[in-house]
Nanobody, 116 residues
Framework: QVQLEESGGGLVQAGGSLRLSCAAS????????MNWYRQPPGKQREWVAT???????LYADSVKGRFAISRDGAKNTVYLQMNSLKPEDTAVYYC??????????WGQGTQVTVSS
């Protein structure tokens, strides 16, 4: 099993920046990818970004060029640096890991609110 603890959400004005963190513990060696998802108010959860075990990064078109995902292997932590935030980025952001055994683990979610 993998446990995830998120931090870093909050309220920011449009154009501002926030950095989310997600610390993983437990069976770290089973992690294949670390991911961020978000769920805007009244909408379904959507994928935001992925970082692979090899360090490759993928982004949803809606955040490409503004968000950056990174990973600190020594701390077993994944980050999401969010720049040039827009009101439509307002959502609950969830950390997720997918393991080599095809399991999914989720963090508790952290609220990000972008005011116009």
């Amino acid at each position: 099993q993998v446990q995830l603890e998120e931090s870093g959400g909050g309220l920011v004005q449009a154009g501002g920046s926030l950095r989310l963190s997600c610390a993983a513990s437990g069976n770290i060696g089973s992690i294949k990818t670390m991911n961020w998802y978000r769920q805007p108010p009244g909408k379904q959860r959507e994928w935001v970004a992925t970082i692979t075990s090899g360090g490759g990064a993928l982004y949803a078109d809606s955040v490409k060029g503004r968000f950056a995902i990174s990973r600190d292997g020594a701390k077993n932590t994944v980050y999401l640096q969010m720049n040039s935030l827009k009101p439509e980025d307002t959502a609950v952001y969830y950390c997720n890991v997918k393991t080599w055994q095809w399991s999914d683990y989720w963090g508790q979610g952290t609220q990000v609110t972008v005011s116009s």
